[in-house]
């Protein structure tokens, strides 16, 4: 009896609020529903907000993420929101208010193009500094031992030596997390290349398998990025794929190249940089080398360090550099 | 704990059908010695064709596959109209900013309590609703979430949960009495049920992101989706086994229709009603670290981020505060329910049943969390000084395993790919398509009689249809493979613990653990040591299969009445004896259910498979919800796993319906 009435209750409540707020209709960008714009603009610029800010799976992010988050922290007084997001993903928070900075974006111009060009709730905010480029790799060892490996046109003459179980038949080429920028398929298919790609699912399995190849001598072929603490720990060596020319990646099903050197920046939501804000200026100054980030991300995978104590440790050490970021 | 694995609520065909009527299966109506015959003919004659025709009728896979290019239009139609079309400006964005406030409200309740306050809250809760071990368990499951680490996020957990099971409930509830009274109801809703629980979670994801975009609120939806069959299913089934002759009694005392339901219907229904409720919040739990995919806040984060960073530590507290508070949840509602029941109710032996299973795990976490809290105690300062951290100890363990067992996994791993998985994913995907259908219809009819193997046919030509075949005959190969490893590991484990009690009662807790832990956790040990391959999703697939099949062994070999075993005994057969010509014949049932079983969860596993190598279907899924060119693949690979699971299902569906021969078998032993 009581479980009825209640829904009945609920039920006419339901209803009611539909019908007083129906008047218009709810659009996606009102952004009701969640809190209001951080960093709270020109009125308050010590009351700090909330910045919400994506973190993509690969620790180099989590790095750059985790420094300016403690610089926000600390020095400014803002609350920080880590999300833990795949790229594309993130990039629908801006629609949404869920995620105010993606702080390290690769290429991704499909997404620039329908986020910042078409649906206006995202704009650029600059360099991090960090160059980035995606590549094949192999050990050094493997390098040395097969020469002319590292060229492509050699790959089929080595397919045998990257069998395994998963690869029926052909050579494998070890792939990371399926979210990651991509275009193994259309590589091999194009250059008629005797490889299969094999997903093992996360930046850790790369980086397992890499060090193991390293460590027992096995081969392997696999997709990789710089910057990564992991080549001062691991001599690789890069395949040298055709070479990137303006535009031969244009269409993800033509590619038949390497990729191009990336200029690794950062995208804010509409709303956030609006806003302005303290948190927007850090943001936008916040540029640094591949380096500052390799010494951050090795602290964190390599050292015992949680991502917090680790940046911790690099702002002390680098007063100079993060200084010149904070807003005037 | 056995969250989303309760056997009840996971196969649909087998819990809608209480009483199973003996169907006559076709091949019966052959005489005996006919049978054997014509079963030999047709393997050879499978065999002789596929050796004939390999290689041919083959339909390899196509990323540009028409349905899936549609679907991809489908989406950025979606896409664009978001904000132009009715349908969304009036429906669905007010669903979303609607279940948004409900997710605000809980969150903002509960976010700003003092830790302290919240623990003495949940245990006063426990006191109240079922006296000082609810309340100790209530206490010090909270108390463990600041103890962990996890504090903030367990709270956001909760908030999530509570909201998707409100909600859940809301509309599970109603829809369920009217599903229990009404049988066109029922069998309106029975398919669409079956559709959301095989769905792979990964699948809907994509659509979820599309509808109501990430956060709280989609979350919710998913949550919701997930969560919602169990509760409209056993409410259903309480209902409809309420006594007719009591309903008889009060329409003959004048009742209208709402009376009745009021004051017959709910009343004795209300104890297996209860166990709707438990079955929802522990689903939802279950979903946490996939709302976590689309933002969700809370514990799943921590399970995500361990996982791209290979890092257990990170994500154990987090997976045990996730079972901790299914416990605590679970033993507030199952003493809540008990404390206002009506004992001997009609569902009254459930939750009992089921609080007895829940007990071990309660226990385990008890010690867990009471050992934490006494040490802590003395430390003062809560919560920041009662962290520990287990991250160390967990890594250096995981290391430990890594290094030390390598030669030993590599070596299993490759006899099972080698042995197993290559030659029948070599067979499956050369074999000609038609000879494919024509093998799974001739089983299948064999098996579960022509209506079933018509369903099953047409869920494969469906498959084919969809531009899946491919990738599918590979996730049919996992799945076959992890169905019989999950059959064997169960049996022999089903099998020792119903002999010695020790063992069960020594098992019971590590098969708790098994079911309620985020799939994610053990897959990442796993990685470790069986590499990115399908061997990987195998082992996953078997780790969360097994748990059941054991149980209903276990129960199965149990239930064989004493005096036939003494009878056996008594007649001078020596234990294997007893065991293959008397226990395993007459818990047949059992064992035909619990395969059943093991192939749906199997398939619920297929997905997270994906994450780690297991290619196929799984992989399909994830790439779908992580790369947009690849929504329509991704959607697609997500209906032809439902088909999957409906075609396996319809294929060992009629198994268990057989007159069981043990009768026969037992005088011969």
């Known amino acids: ?328 | 704990m056995t969250a989303p694995a309760a056997p009840a609520t996971v196969s649909p065909a087998l819990s809608a059908a209480p009483a199973p009527v003996v169907v006559g299966r076709p091949g019966s109506r052959l005489p005996r010695v006919a049978l054997p015959a014509a079963v030999t003919i047709a393997t050879v004659a499978t065999v002789g064709l596929y050796l004939a025709f390999r290689g041919t009728a083959t339909l390899p896979h196509d990323d540009e596959a028409a349905p899936f290019l549609f679907l991809n239009d489908v989406r950025d139609w979606v896409d664009d109209n978001r904000n132009e079309s009715p349908l969304f400006l009036y429906l669905v964005n007010y669903v979303r900013l609607f279940i948004g406030g409900v997710f605000d409200l809980f969150a903002g309740a509960l976010r700003p309590v003092d830790p302290p306050l919240l623990v003495a809250a949940a245990t006063a809760l426990g006191w109240f609703a079922g006296g000082w071990r609810t309340a100790l368990v209530a206490g010090l499951g909270f108390g463990a979430f600041g103890v962990l680490g996890v504090w903030e996020a367990s709270v956001d957990t909760l908030a999530l949960v509570l909201t998707a099971v409100l909600l859940s409930l809301l509309v599970g509830l109603p829809l369920g009495v009217w599903a229990g009274r009404v049988p066109r109801v029922r069998r309106a809703l029975t398919p669409a049920l079956d559709v959301m629980q095989i769905m792979p979670t990964f699948a809907y994801l994509g659509p979820m992101v599309l509808f109501f975009q990430i956060g709280p609120a989609s979350a919710a939806v998913a949550t919701i989706i997930y969560a919602i069959p169990p509760s409209i299913r056993i409410t259903a089934l309480a209902v409809q086994q309420v006594s007719p002759a009591a309903v008889e009694a009060s329409t003959s005392l004048g009742a209208t229709r709402w009376q009745t339901l009021l004051t017959v219907h709910l009343p004795m229904a209300r104890n297996t009603i209860v166990l709707a409720v438990g079955q929802t919040v522990m689903m939802a739990l279950s979903m946490v670290v996939f709302a976590a995919l689309i933002a969700a806040p809370g514990l799943g984060s921590a399970v995500i981020r361990g996982l791209s960073r290979a890092d257990v530590g990170v994500m154990l507290p987090a997976g045990l505060a996730i079972v901790l508070m299914g416990i605590v949840l679970d033993r507030l509602i199952m003493a809540g329910a008990r404390r206002t029941g009506h004992p001997g109710g009609p569902g009254a032996r459930r939750p009992h049943r089921s609080r007895s299973r829940y007990g071990t795990a309660a226990v385990a976490g008890l010690v867990f969390a009471g050992g934490a809290v006494l040490g802590l105690t003395a430390l003062g300062g809560f919560p920041a000084a009662f962290e520990i951290r287990i991250a160390g100890p967990v890594n250096e363990a995981v290391r430990w395993m890594q290094s030390s067992w390598y030669d030993t996994t590599e070596a299993i791993k490759n006899v099972a790919t080698e042995g197993l998985l290559n030659p029948l994913q070599t067979v499956l995907t050369t074999a000609p398509w038609w000879l494919t259908a024509a093998t799974v219809a001739a089983l299948a009819w064999r098996v579960s009689g022509v209506r079933r193997a018509l369903t099953a046919l047409g869920c494969l030509l469906a498959i084919a249809l969809l531009g899946l075949w491919e990738h599918s005959m590979e996730t049919l190969t996992t799945v076959v493979v992890a169905v019989a490893l999950t059959l064997a590991a169960g049996v022999a484990l089903g099998v020792a613990a119903a002999r010695s009690p020790r063992f069960a009662a020594l098992q019971r807790p590590l098969l708790d653990a098994a079911q309620t832990l985020p799939a994610f956790i053990y897959l990442l040990p796993a990685l470790a040591l069986f590499g990115a391959t399908r061997f990987t999703a195998v082992f996953a697939s078997v780790v969360y299969a097994v748990p059941p099949v054991v149980r209903l062994v276990e129960d199965g070999i149990r239930g064989v009445p004493p005096t036939v075993v003494e009878a056996a005994l008594a007649g001078g057969s020596t234990r294997r004896q007893l065991l293959w010509k008397v226990q395993l014949p007459m818990a047949r049932r059992a064992v035909l259910l619990a395969a059943n079983q093991g192939i749906v969860m199997t398939l619920a596993m297929v997905v997270v498979g994906g994450l780690v190598g297991a290619g196929g279907l799984g992989f399909d899924v994830v790439s779908g919800f992580s790369q947009s060119a690849d929504f329509g693949l991704g959607f697609a690979a997500g209906l032809a796993t439902v088909l999957l699971g409906i075609m396996l299902d319809r294929i060992t569906q009629g198994v268990e319906r057989r007159p069981s021969p043990p009768q026969q078998k037992m005088r011969i032993a």
């Open chain 1, 1 to 328: 009896m009581r479980i009825g009435s209640r829904v009945r209750l609920l039920a006419g409540v339901l209803t009611l609020g539909l019908a007083v707020s129906a008047c218009g209709g709810a659009r996606v960008a009102d952004g009701a529903n969640s809190p209001a714009p951080s960093g709270s603009g020109s009125g308050a610029p010590a009351a700090a907000g909330t910045v919400k800010l994506a973190v993509n799976p690969w620790v180099g992010y989590e790095a750059s993420a985790a420094v300016v988050s403690h610089l926000l922290k600390e020095n400014l007084g803002y609350t920080v929101e880590l999300k833990e997001l795949s790229e594309q993903v993130s990039w629908e928070g801006f629609e949404t208010g869920e995620v105010d900075v993606i702080l390290e974006n690769w290429g991704h111009d499909d997404l620039k193009k329908k986020f910042i060009e078409e649906k206006k709730v995202a704009v650029e905010a600059g360099s991090t500094g960090n160059k980035g480029v995606i590549g094949w790799y192999v050990p050094q060892w493997m390098a040395d031992k097969h020469p002319g490996i590292t060229d492509w046109k050699n790959l089929n003459k080595y397919a045998d030596l990257f069998k395994t179980s998963e690869s029926g038949g052909k050579g494998q080429l070890l792939f990371g997390d399926p979210s990651y920028v991509s275009n193994e398929n259309a590589i091999i298919k194009n250059l008629k290349l005797n490889y299969k790609v094999v997903t093992g699912g996360s930046e850790a399995a790369l980086i397992q398998s890499a060090t193991q190849a390293q460590e027992q001598q096995k081969p392997l072929l696999f997709y990789f990025w710089d910057p990564h603490w992991l080549f001062n720990r691991v001599k690789l060596a890069r395949v040298d794929l055709p070479p990137h020319t303006d535009g031969c990646d244009a269409d993800p099903k033509k590619v038949a190249c390497d990729y191009a050197e990336l200029d690794l920046d950062k995208i804010v939501s509409k709303r956030f940089a609006d806003g302005g804000g303290k948190a927007y200026e850090l943001i936008k100054n916040f540029t640094w080398t591949n380096e500052d980030q390799n010494s951050v991300a090795n602290d964190i995978t390599n050292n015992g360090m949680s991502a917090e104590e680790a940046a911790k440790k690099w702002v002390d050490a680098n007063p100079g550099t993060w200084q010149a970021w904070l807003p005037k």
